[in-house]
Nanobody, 115 residues
Framework: QVQLVESGGGLVQPGGSLRLSCAAS????????MAWYRQAPGLQRELVATITSGGTTYYSDSVKGRFTISRDNTKNTMYLQLNRLKPEDTAIYYCYANMGSYVTWGRGTQVTVSS
């Protein structure tokens, strides 16, 4: 089984930056695709960005050009660089991994964008 632990969230002013990390442990070799999702209060969880094992990335329109997803396979860690943050980016950010036969989620890290 794969376990995921997010870190790096916090309070930041509009226009600021944060870097989220997602550390994976367990059967790392079984991970195919990874992704970041977020869920704001009262809203459904939404896809933010994905990255394949080969490094191909996808971004939702709301974050394209501001966020960057990456993964360091030597450290078993995925990252999300958040730049030019807006108040509407406030949410709990979740790490996701797809192993083909099952998926797993982290517990999330809170990002709050406020002045």
């Amino acid at each position: 089984q794969v376990q995921l632990v997010e870190s790096g969230g916090g309070l930041v002013q509009p226009g600021g930056s944060l870097r989220l990390s997602c550390a994976a442990s367990g059967s790392i070799s079984s991970i195919e695709n990874m992704a970041w999702y977020r869920q704001a209060p009262g809203l459904q969880r939404e896809l933010v960005a994905t990255i394949t094992s080969g490094g191909t990335t996808y971004y939702s329109d709301s974050v394209k050009g501001r966020f960057t997803i990456s993964r360091d396979n030597t450290k078993n860690t995925m990252y999300l660089q958040l730049n030019r943050l807006k108040p509407e980016d406030t949410a709990i950010y979740y790490c996701y991994a797809n192993m083909g036969s099952y998926v797993t989620w982290g517990r999330g890290t809170q990002v709050t964008v406020s002045s």
